[in-house]
């Protein structure tokens, strides 16, 4: 029986940091930077070969578990298949890193369509989808976090890259309303 099956028992889960986006750039970073804490790591990305060379840099550096699962977070499918993955390694999600997140630039009105919603189902779709996942667990624990990465522009939406700072703003105001329900206020 391997370390997976002896936790199958969800009493018996261990905490780890679930990062999306966790091979490349702002992800890849936060993941070496938990791993050096002794974080436990569950990272999301689409494409398998890269994650499983991410990991097996980060395992053999830092005294951790790194677990992968490869999905599309633009899909619910994805947004499933995370939390079932964390469940299956024997683990909770102490901390959700929502990271992955697609930059688009130039004018509204020069955008391609579908490839708007895709951003909309990445930088936001997902967000809320994952984190009313695994908030609810951290609330009942006392204890975890959520952190969203997103870029300063968001806060301030212009006429270059409105699509991409508009829906990343979003992500911004959600997180804010994740912490104020964290600390009891209403809504
Ligand atoms: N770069 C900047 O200047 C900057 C500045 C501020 C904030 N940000 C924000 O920071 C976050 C990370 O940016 P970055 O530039 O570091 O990203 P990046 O280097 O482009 O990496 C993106 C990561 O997300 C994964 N990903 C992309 N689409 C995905 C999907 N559909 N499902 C699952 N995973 C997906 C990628 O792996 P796969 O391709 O294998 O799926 C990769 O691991 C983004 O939200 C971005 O908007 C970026």
Known sequence: ???????SDP????????????????????A??????????VLVA?????????????????AVEVKVTAQDL??????????QAVR????????????AGVMASGFFQDADPAAMRRMIDLDVRAVVDLTSRFLPGMLARGRGGVLNVVIHG??????????????????AVFLQGARLRDHGAPG
């Not at 009493?11 to 970073?29: F, K, M, Q």
């Not at 633009?74 to 939390?83: D, F, K, L, N, Q």
């Not at 299956?88 to 990271?99: E, H, S």
Request: net charge negative; charged share 20%; with cysteine.
């Open 1 to 7: 029986m391997n370390d997976t099956n002896l936790r």
């Open 11 to 30: 009493s018996l889960a261990l905490p780890a940091v679930v990062i999306t986006g966790g091979t490349e750039g702002i992800g890849r970073a936060l």
């Open 32 to 41: 070496e930077e938990f791993a050096r804490d002794g974080h436990n790591l």
């Open 46 to 62: 689409r494409d398998k070969a890269k994650l499983d060379r991410t990991a097996a840099e980060l395992a053999s550096a830092y």
């Open 74 to 83: 633009t899909t619910a499918e994805g947004c499933a298949g995370v939390e």
């Open 88 to 99: 299956g390694f024997g683990f909770y999600a102490d901390v959700l890193v929502n990271n």
């Open 154 to 171: 968001g806060f301030h939406a212009g006429a270059v890259s409105g699509g991409l700072c508009r829906v990343q703003g979003l992500r």
